[in-house]
């Protein structure tokens, strides 16, 4: 589908000395859940004769962090509703994930219609609410913000990308999502990322087991259905 080649973020994660980064940054801190995806948000039933509903609930707070950074909850959140309203194992949804990721990877703060086919506009009416309250704090530190909200997540694509109850698709779309974060968190950054290595290809069989090693170079997205 595509021949674009993005960062690895496995081997980032592994090397800090890949990053290169010519400074420091902040990032805002907060109550952090911890493990924000669907099944942990409860949304009461709507009453028509009060014309509206009561907030949601989040359960589930195993995982909550009392000092962390808050973009984790948003990222994560985010990929969860992505991952089940447009299940990656049709072909046809692979080809939109392709196109829906790389937008979604653009800039932090969505426009109200995005350039998508429709069948992306009932989760882009999910998702918008979300990255409009993460660019409200980005807002309060632009430059650092930006990067830590790409960080994120990229933290977030990693850490749904090491469940064991997901599909082998799903794995791979997270780690797509994790790289194109990556080389955003880069561009932000000013720096850039070098191809050494053997590339790593992201294959969308489901009966392909995805290898443990951790390749230094970078990932090829997917070329096959």
């Known amino acids: 589908f595509s021949d674009q080649v993005l960062p690895n973020p496995l081997a980032y994660l592994a ?43 989040v359960i589930d707070f195993d995982n909550f962090e009392a000092d962390s950074c808050i973009f984790f909850d948003i990222a994560y ?13 049709p072909a046809e949804n692979r080809r939109l ?7 979604l990877a653009q800039s932090i703060k969505l426009p109200d219609y995005p350039p998508l086919p429709a ?30 909200f790409w960080i994120s997540r990229m933290a977030a694509g990693l850490s749904f990308a090491r469940k064991r109850k997901v599909s082998n698709s799903e794995r791979r779309l997270a780690l797509l999502l994790a790289a194109q974060s990556l080389r955003k968190a880069l561009d932000e950054l000013g720096t850039s990322f070098e191809v050494s290595g053997q590339s790593l290809w992201v294959d969308w069989e489901e009966n392909q087991e995805p290898s443990n090693e951790v390749q230094s170079g970078s990932i090829d997205q997917t070329q096959g259905t």
């Open 15 to 57: 090397s800090a000395d890949l990053w290169r980064v010519p400074r420091s940054i902040s990032w805002p801190l907060g109550y952090v859940h911890g493990d924000l995806h669907s099944n942990n948000v409860i949304c009461p039933e709507f009453q028509p004769t009060k014309m509206k509903s009561a907030a949601p609930a």
């Open 77 to 89: 959140l985010e990929l969860d509703l992505a991952m089940k309203m447009l299940i990656p194992s």
């Open 97 to 103: 994930w392709l196109e829906a990721s790389a937008y």
């Open 119 to 148: 069948q992306f506009l009932p989760l882009h009416v999910l998702i918008l609410p979300l990255r409009n309250m993460a660019a409200q704090v980005v807002k309060q530190q632009p430059g650092d913000f930006d990067v830590a």
